[in-house]
C-alpha cells in the first residue's frame, strides 16, 4: 500500500482494514479509524514509518513498545489487536476508544472529587497491573489518558515504558524521560530511579491535577519548575479534603524510598471511599459464554489438518520481526501426546480437583474454575484437545481469566509435574 493511499479515505490495508480519518499524528506515527472489513469492528490504526523511526534510532523503542502492549491485557489499558508490516512500514491495529483524552475533560475545569476518585482508581487499578509484570509506563499524564463511550479510563501510549531487565546492576533505571510537569524529581537527577515509584509519583501529580484543575509544580521558567519539584514544593487548594491532601502529600514526596507504595494507596480511606468497580468480571462473564459454546452435548475432539499444525507453530507468527519473545511472558503453551483425547480430559480433570477447582468438560475441552479469589479474581483455565491423528494429539492450555502470575505458577507447579508422563518428546511449546 502507497503512502498516498494511506493518507486517503476509504484506502485498504492488507486486505484487512478499511482505512477512514486521520485521528491524530505525531513525528513518527499518524494513527486512522479503520474498520475490520470481515467483523465490522472500529480500530485505531496507528501507522509508523520504519525510515524515519531507524534514522533516529528509535526501532528498539518500537518493538518494546509492541512488547508492552502485547502483554497488557486490562480492561483499563488500551489493547493492541494485531500488529503488521511492509517493507516501508509497520502498523498497529488497537482498540478504538471513542471518548477522547481525559485532559480535555479536565481543561474544562477541576472535577468533582468522587469522579476524579473513579478515574484515580481505573488508573491505579492499571498501573498495578502493569508493575505486577515489570512494565513501567513512566510517561504517565492526562493525554495519555483515553475515555470510551461509558466514562471508562484507558492508558495508552507505552512508548516510552521499561522493562524490569532495563535496570542496571544497581537495579534502578537510568533513562531520563517523560513529560518535565509530570515527572519524578529521582528521574531528573540522573543518579537513577525505581520505575514503580517514578509512576507514582506521577499518578499524584495526575491525581492533583482532576482535583485542582492546574498543575501543583507550574511555572513557567522550567528550571524553577525542576526547583520545586525537587523540593516537593507544592500547596493543595483549601477544596481538597483532608483525605486526599493527605494522599497526594504522600504520592509526591521527593524521597522515592518514603513515597508511598501502590498497595498503601489502595488501603487508604481516601482511595476505598467508593468501591471500585470489579473490572474483571467481563473476563469471566467471557469464561462462561465459553463454556456454553464449546461445552456442548456430544461435540467430538476437535481436528486439526496439515494448515491448521503449521499455523501453531512460530513459522507463521511474525512477530519476532518486531518483538523479542520469552518465554515467561506466553499466557498460553501447547503440548503434543500420543496418550487419547480421553485420558487427556481425565488427566486435566483429576488436576482440577485436585486443586479444588469446578470442572467443566466436553470431548475436546475442560473448562477449570477456581472457587477462591486470587491477585486479580478468580483463576480459570481453558484446555482445548485437538486429534490430530488417531494416536496424535495437541493441548491448548491458556489463561481464561484471573491473574498471570497464578497461572504462571499453577502450571510450572502443578500442571506440568502432573502432565510430564504424557508428554510427547517432554516438550512443551511455547504458543
Known amino acids: 500500500?502507497?503512502?498516498?493511499?494511506?493518507?486517503?479515505?476509504?484506502?485498504?490495508?492488507?486486505?484487512?482494514?478499511?482505512?477512514?480519518?486521520?485521528?491524530?499524528?505525531?513525528?513518527?506515527?499518524?494513527?486512522?479509524h479503520a474498520r475490520h472489513m470481515q467483523s465490522g469492528r472500529s480500530v485505531a490504526m496507528k501507522i509508523v514509518g520504519k525510515e524515519k523511526v531507524i534514522k533516529v534510532g528509535m526501532m528498539?523503542?518500537?518493538?518494546?513498545?509492541?512488547?508492552?502492549?502485547?502483554m497488557m491485557h486490562h480492561p483499563?489499558?488500551?489493547?493492541?489487536?494485531?500488529?503488521?508490516?511492509?517493507?516501508?512500514?509497520?502498523?498497529?491495529?488497537?482498540?478504538?476508544?471513542?471518548?477522547?483524552?481525559?485532559?480535555?475533560?479536565?481543561?474544562?475545569?477541576?472535577?468533582?472529587?468522587?469522579?476524579?476518585?473513579?478515574?484515580?482508581?481505573?488508573?491505579?487499578?492499571?498501573?498495578?497491573?502493569?508493575?505486577?509484570?515489570?512494565?513501567?509506563?513512566?510517561?504517565?499524564?492526562?493525554?495519555?489518558?483515553?475515555?470510551d463511550e461509558e466514562g471508562n479510563l484507558k492508558v495508552t501510549d507505552f512508548g516510552l515504558s521499561a522493562f524490569s531487565d532495563h535496570l542496571r546492576q544497581d537495579g534502578l533505571l537510568h533513562t531520563t524521560c517523560g513529560t518535565p510537569a509530570y515527572?519524578?524529581?529521582?528521574?531528573?537527577?540522573?543518579?537513577g530511579y525505581d520505575g514503580a515509584k517514578a509512576d507514582i509519583w506521577s499518578c499524584g501529580v495526575i491525581l492533583y491535577v482532576l482535583l485542582a484543575g492546574y498543575l501543583p509544580f507550574q511555572d513557567d521558567n522550567i528550571v524553577a519548575m525542576y526547583r520545586r519539584i525537587y523540593r516537593g514544593d507544592f500547596k493543595c487548594p483549601p477544596w481538597f479534603s483532608p483525605e486526599a491532601r493527605k494522599l497526594i502529600t504522600k504520592m509526591l514526596d521527593p524521597n522515592p524510598s518514603s513515597r508511598i507504595s501502590i498497595a498503601k494507596i489502595i488501603d487508604s480511606s481516601w482511595f476505598k471511599k467508593s468501591s471500585l468497580k470489579i473490572i474483571r468480571s467481563k473476563e469471566e462473564q467471557?469464561?462462561?459464554?465459553?463454556?456454553?459454546?464449546?461445552?456442548?452435548?456430544?461435540?467430538?475432539?476437535?481436528?486439526?489438518?496439515?494448515?491448521?499444525?503449521?499455523?501453531?507453530?512460530?513459522g507463521f507468527d511474525l512477530s519476532p520481526l518486531f518483538e523479542e519473545k520469552k518465554r515467561a511472558e506466553k499466557e498460553e503453551m501447547r503440548f503434543a501426546t500420543t496418550t487419547s483425547a480421553s485420558s487427556v480430559i481425565s488427566k486435566l480433570e483429576e488436576v482440577g480437583k485436585t486443586r479444588n477447582f469446578s470442572v467443566k468438560k466436553s470431548e475436546s475441552c475442560v473448562r477449570l474454575q477456581g472457587l477462591e479469589s486470587g491477585r486479580k479474581g478468580k483463576l480459570g483455565i481453558a484446555a482445548d484437545v485437538f486429534s490430530v491423528a488417531p494416536s496424535f494429539v495437541v493441548v491448548e492450555v491458556k489463561k481464561a481469566s484471573g491473574d498471570t502470575l497464578e497461572y504462571k505458577q499453577f502450571c510450572s507447579k502443578e500442571l506440568r509435574p502432573a502432565l510430564k508422563d504424557i508428554v510427547w518428546t517432554g516438550n512443551f511449546v511455547p504458543a
Open 1 to 32: 500500500m502507497t503512502m498516498a493511499a494511506e493518507d486517503k479515505c476509504g484506502g485498504v490495508l492488507h486486505g484487512k482494514y478499511e482505512l477512514g480519518r486521520l485521528l491524530g499524528h505525531g513525528t513518527f506515527a499518524k494513527v486512522y
Open 60 to 70: 528498539d523503542q518500537v518493538k518494546r513498545e509492541i512488547s508492552v502492549m502485547k
Open 76 to 147: 483499563n489499558i488500551v489493547e493492541l489487536h494485531e500488529v503488521m508490516a511492509s517493507k516501508s512500514k509497520i502498523y498497529f491495529a488497537m482498540e478504538y476508544v471513542r471518548g477522547g483524552e481525559l485532559f480535555a475533560k479536565i481543561s474544562r475545569g477541576r472535577l468533582k472529587e468522587e469522579v476524579a476518585r473513579g478515574y484515580f482508581q481505573q488508573l491505579i487499578s492499571a498501573i498495578d497491573f502493569c508493575h505486577s509484570r515489570s512494565v513501567y509506563h513512566r510517561d504517565l499524564k492526562p493525554e495519555n489518558l483515553l475515555l
Open 183 to 191: 515527572v519524578a524529581p529521582e528521574v531528573i537527577g540522573k543518579k
Open 286 to 314: 467471557d469464561f462462561a459464554a465459553e463454556d456454553e459454546m464449546s461445552l456442548g452435548k456430544g461435540k467430538e475432539a476437535q481436528t486439526l489438518n496439515a494448515f491448521h499444525i503449521i499455523s501453531l507453530s512460530e
